[in-house]
């Protein structure tokens, strides 16, 4: 019996910890991606989400790297960094909860294919 309630026990504190991390990631502002181009890779997008925290430069934002995991979710990594408003590039995500010892995370819904039809102007 004992091992049946820790199990439980256990579940509740993922859910409760999933929870917190939803209502987390629904509170921040909506995803974006950034599009750029390399020699090696040619066209690329990285998705990320913007913090509401104060730049070092007028006309730049701190965006925080959403990393796809193998479901296909985009969740928040620990990188920060700074890059200007204008490079960002407008996208439509799902906030999802797997649930099942998994973290929330965003689902892209923005055509891949059309994210990186996006025109840089340099």
Known sequence: ?????????????????????????????????????????????????????????????????????????FRPSADEFEEEASTLVPIRTQLLNPGANKAPGFKLLTLRSRILDTELVP
């Open 1 to 73: 019996m004992r091992s049946a309630a820790s199990k439980l026990a256990q579940a509740r504190k993922v859910c409760e910890k999933s929870g917190e991390r939803l209502a987390h990631l629904a509170a921040g502002r909506k995803p974006m991606a950034i599009v750029g181009t390399s020699k090696e890779h040619g066209k690329y997008f990285h998705v990320v989400q913007p913090l509401d925290k104060a730049s070092s430069k007028p006309g730049h934002v701190v965006l925080q790297w959403l990393r796809e995991g193998r479901d296909g979710l």
